[in-house]
């Protein structure tokens, strides 16, 4: 690693600290958006929803701002090791972020049509799993903030959780879309949400895996647990049992 | 803009060669990736579809392969203004890519599912939207590589295609499944393709924004159609006519 004069580690570290307050503020945002999106899905609130929306350039100017800060330091600080690692953790994270804020908005667009048709009982069960991702991105973005990396390994782990829990959710929708026809668009869209969600729970798990290479330098990913693939499955009306059939 | 030695121009314009070559060839392999991965979900070929799935990895890993590149440019040649335009846009075109694969790869994990249930008709339908995102992503490559503006710009307009063969075939797909409850599971997995290959288009505009953005130095995203959002709409049994409950 090469010796810098003191006041040029100085200018290094002002910059490496205003690039992570810049994660900070974008990693609050992201949070807020998700959260304000299950909530509007919950409540039928399509003003809620439309703030989610409009917020979303919000999400996209952060992430543009963190990429300049990062090309800037590459260029000017030409840092190495551990410090380079730090600088380009940056990117990862905030490309999860911004993709989080993404699916977000997309919860956020389907509000005004589920509000066209009644309530389905299962948004109350994509909202358990909306909390959760929730919940896990909260604590993915205290891990990295703090460069825990035995957090961040906690949230690594409970992604099992969501892909559970997006499995079942996946198949009580189709059981409620089979039971009634009128229940098949906003099933199909709530679908569409759940996917979301899981996603999201994906990228939390990205943030705690940049985490543990800040902290460590190694990388975690080699030995994730193997994914819950029971979603891409079939579930015929023939091989569901009538308790199957409602579920909640 | 600094004058450079004669030697330190050199070798920058070889890195920068390497550089478009790594993205040639990562291009070529997402555009195979999403043509096979479609080929395979028409044709029912669950040995075409693990081909996807296995060669996934090999699209990361050329993505990981452009982001050293990159860095290693940033950090050793500090470009400016045209040049840096070209060594970021080479990290945006490397991420547009890696998210048409993990959409292609997604597409084929589906296949073995879908071969579970009967061939639904509307698996024609949309291998018709994986054929146009398949040729707008390769128009959209051709005219990065060549650093045609003109040609990117017409792969940006017909965007709109897209959306607009996506909406159709969302409700397309809804009236086979009110239709039919043995259509709701497999109709659903094929709501999930359609949907990643709505996305594929959109990457594939990112492409040509990326090719517009580093020849004029000026975004194209300014003056974007509007999206069209039908596909956010509830289609409800009572609001489909008899001949839009038999398309195809």
Redesign the interface.
Known sequence: MPVYPTHTMKAFDDELDRLNQTLGRMGGLAETQLGTAVQAMLTRDEALAAQVISGDDQVDGAEDHI?EQV?RL???R???ADD?RLV?SA?RVA?ALERIADHATSTA??V???N??PMVPAVKSVARLGWLVRDLLKEALDAFMSRDADRALKVWERDEEVDDLYSSLFREL?TY??ED??H???C??L??IA?NLERVGDHATNLAEATWFVVHGTPLSANRPKKD?SS??????RHLSPQDQSPE
């Open positions: 990429n090309v590459l260029a000017l030409q840092p190495v380079l380009m990117l490309s667009h389907r005004a049509v589920l066209q048709a189709l879309m089979m026809p009128r098949i668009a906003p199909t869209h679908q569409f996917k693939m891409y499955t079939m579930a015929e009306p």
